[in-house]
């Protein structure tokens, strides 16, 4: 009687000692989000008390070390949204063609087959895929355009399209699917053909997902980093010509980085200012994209 | 409007609405396939092109054996598959026991309340955080913040970090996959909660759990921007001390101290000097780091589809 008395309490002081490990587990992603948020506040404190908002957000030359120092922000942001919405001008009629095949065209075993090879795409190295851009991909494209400067941003902004490609399709395909098929033939009871069905009934029904889909890969595509760092260069630059190289927030990053700047330094905390400037934008586009992911969850 | 055309319709160009519609069909089929067709031949471009770029690198055993050096005929890669390798050691050992804990947490324990809400919400965040920010977290938390200094434990840790929501995410669905009579069947033979999910839940969960790590691994190996932020350096020319040793207590924990490089940023910088000497390098280094991520992904995807039709 005794031992088994013993066994139990032994057994249940076991149990909540894994419940509580499996608790600390679940909240140290918790911890990693309050790590970098507080990580980027602290360290880019001395760089606002230097530099005015205003000036952060308006000036349009980025300058840090030089003897007269420049800080405008949105010469980083300014190629960061051209290489961005290049890549989803790429992504987007690429990825629904994709996705409206996959769902409504394609039969079972096709789509068995396809989406392992497009999964193979997305685990190339992105530091490989900045290789290909520099020193084949931006060539080739040379030989069209002629005005085509070896760092670019249309480059890096086309092969990042087809990088994300496997990750909006395979989301917006998610939403179609989840479509019920009672919809698709109420379509076909009224005649609508295939293509009729997937435009009229379908992608509507999807939308929210879809747009999920497209918002998440802007996100990744904001935040891309090796790809713009080889191909697009690394000088600032405010345009949105995408025949000019120019350097993204995360290209100045990396470039920052590699030098050995002194922790103190105006240099260094102005990675951290446009590591905020970073975070902010892909946090609101993670957000809304989970949210609109998750209604589509919830609708059907 | 489609009403109007059908009750019209008369039997000739009935049949014409069809034809019309099966081409539409057609051309949409096509216009689905020949994405996929540009998609996979960039796939391909960039594997020839990174192998043909590579070749007289490749086939020269010195390669794979020589330091990083400023003689590009000379520089091999040693030190950064060495690193890499020991880099990933220390990315599985604190990701896999943290993520397949969180995991097992929010779809076993976890009530449905607001804060199981918001760490949901905080993980599907975490997987949207460029990596670049982590290697931010690294230099002013881990460096700046702990004193870890440049290391391959730093490096391994904020790998971790990294993949952290990939293999949260993917132990949530392995589990979800158990069937519930499972843990009601342990449950009636006496079984608490902790031994339902040790002995019965996880073991079911295992290869679901596996697939989703190699694919969290085979992201980590491939990325760049957050160690470069800590600093790796890409001129390494030792090796971190050995793990084991012939002496006791025969393993030895001074590797995790030691300045290292790894493959991918021993490319980036071979691809970012001007000499097109060094190009060859990168190019040979860019096809060894993507069999490394090719094959590890290769591995995860069949597993999953050769689970898929088991379970079926």
């Known amino acids: 009687m005794r031992a088994s008395e013993s066994f139990l309490r032994r057994r249940a002081l076991w149990g909540s000692f894994a419940g509580g490990c499996l608790l600390i587990a679940a909240a140290s992603s918790v911890f990693v989000t309050l790590g970098i948020v507080y990580v980027l506040v602290t360290e880019s404190m001395g760089f606002f008390a230097q530099i005015a908002l205003l000036d952060f957000l308006t000036d349009t030359q980025w300058t840090p070390v030089f003897e007269n120092a420049h800080f405008g922000v949105m010469t980083l942001v300014s190629a960061t949204v051209t290489v961005a919405g290049i890549a989803l001008a790429v992504s987007i009629p690429a990825g629904l063609a994709l996705a409206i095949y996959l769902s409504e065209y394609a039969r079972r075993e096709v789509r068995e087959t396809v989406k392992p090879c497009l999964e193979l795409l997305e685990g190339v190295p992105t530091v490989v895929y900045g290789y290909f851009t520099l020193l084949f991909f931006t060539p080739l494209l040379q030989t069209f355009i002629p005005g085509l400067e070896g760092f670019n941003m249309l480059g890096p902004g086309m092969v990042m399209g087809i990088m994300i490609l496997p990750y909006t399709a395979s989301v917006s395909e998610d939403a179609m699917r989840a479509v019920p098929s009672g919809l698709r033939e109420a379509g076909y009871a009224l005649g609508y053909s295939r293509f009729r069905v997937a435009m009229r009934v379908v992608v509507p029904a999807a939308f929210s997902g879809i747009t999920a889909a497209f918002i998440l890969g802007m996100s990744r595509a904001v935040g891309e980093t090796m790809v713009v760092a080889i191909a697009a260069g690394q000088n600032p630059n405010f345009s949105f010509n995408p025949t000019e190289g120019a350097a993204t927030i995360t290209a100045y990053i990396v470039q920052m980085a590699m030098g050995d700047l002194p922790h103190d330094s105006i240099a260094y905390q102005s990675v951290f200012a446009a590591g905020i400037v970073l975070f902010v934008i892909t946090l609101t586009f993670n957000l809304i994209g989970f949210f609109l992911r998750r209604r589509f969850k919830e609708v059907y | 409007m489609v009403n109007a055309e059908m009750s019209q319709a008369t039997l000739p160009n009935l049949t014409g609405i069809v034809d019309a519609n099966r081409r539409t069909d057609l051309v949409m089929a096509g216009i689905g396939i020949s994405v996929l067709i540009v998609a996979m031949s960039l796939l391909a471009a960039v594997v020839i092109d990174l192998i043909v770029g590579g070749w007289p690198r490749l086939i020269n055993p010195d390669f794979y054996l020589n330091f990083p050096s400023r003689h590009p005929l000379q520089a091999g890669i040693v030190s950064a598959w060495v690193g890499t390798i020991l880099v990933m050691l220390v990315t599985a050992g604190i990701a896999i026991p943290l993520g397949v804990g969180a995991g097992v947490y929010l779809e076993e324990y976890a009530a449905r309340n607001w804060i199981t809400d918001f760490i949901e919400i905080n993980v599907s965040n975490l997987a949207g955080v460029p990596s670049i920010i982590y290697g931010l977290l690294a230099l002013g938390l881990f460096i700046h913040g702990f004193g870890l200094g440049e290391t391959i434990l730093t490096a391994g840790l904020v790998l971790a970090l990294l993949i952290l ?31 339902t999910v040790r002995l019965y839940v996880l073991p079911a969960a295992r290869s679901g759990i596996l697939t989703g790590t190699i694919v969290g691994l085979a992201r980590a190996i491939g990325e760049a921007a957050p160690v470069i932020t800590i600093g790796a350096l890409t001129f390494i020319a030792f090796l971190p001390p050995s793990p084991i040793q012939s002496s006791p207590p025969f393993i030895n924990f001074e590797w995790l101290e030691s300045p290292f490089t790894i493959m991918p940023i021993q490319m980036f910088n071979w691809v970012s000097r001007p000499q097109a000497e060094f190009h060859i390098n990168a190019a040979a280094a860019g096809v060894i780091l993507m069999l490394m991520t090719l094959a590890m992904n290769g591995i995860a995807i069949w597993l999953r589809y050769h689970l898929r039709r088991q379970i079926r």
Do not use: H, N
């Not at chain 2, 132990?171 to 009579?181: C, F, H, M, N, Y």
């Open chain 2, 165 to 195: 929501p990939v293999i949260i995410v993917s132990t949530r669905e392995a589990i979800r996959g158990i069937p519930l009579d499972l843990r009601e069947a342990a449950y009636g033979l006496g079984a608490d909660k902790w031994q």
